[in-house]
Nanobody, 120 residues
Framework: QVQVVESGGGLVQPGGSLTLSCVAS????????MGWYRQAPGKERELVARTMYGVSTTYADSVRGRFTISLESAKTTGYLQMNSLKVEDTAVYYC??????????????WGQGTQVTVSS
């Protein structure tokens, strides 16, 4: 089993910055990448950014140029650097870990989420 824990959420003013962290632990076999999703009240969960280590990175149009996803070389820790935050970025942010094991195959493991609130 793989556990995923996010941290770094909080309250920030419009135009401010915040960095979210994601740590994977447990029975780590092979991590292919990490990603961040978010869900605002009354809205569906949406992709924010996702990276496949050494292959590709995808950003939602709404955050491209403002957010940066990164993954440490050990691949168990990742970050989402968020700059120029807007009120509409307010949401619960979830980290996913793209993991493979012989027991479970390749699947995404989700964290519990961290709240980001952008407000003056």
């Amino acid at each position: 089993q793989v556990q995923v824990v996010e941290s770094g959420g909080g309250l920030v003013q419009p135009g401010g910055s915040l960095t979210l962290s994601c740590v994977a632990s447990g029975r780590i076999v092979s991590i292919y990448g990490m990603g961040w999703y978010r869900q605002a009240p009354g809205k569906e969960r949406e992709l924010v950014a996702r990276t496949m280590y050494g292959v590709s990175t995808t950003y939602a149009d709404s955050v491209r140029g403002r957010f940066t996803i990164s993954l440490e070389s050990a691949k168990t820790t990742g970050y989402l650097q968020m700059n120029s935050l807007k009120v509409e970025d307010t949401a619960v942010y979830y980290c996913i870990v793209d993991h493979w094991s012989s027991a479970a195959g390749r699947r995404d493991y989700w964290g519990q989420g961290t709240q980001v609130t952008v407000s003056s």
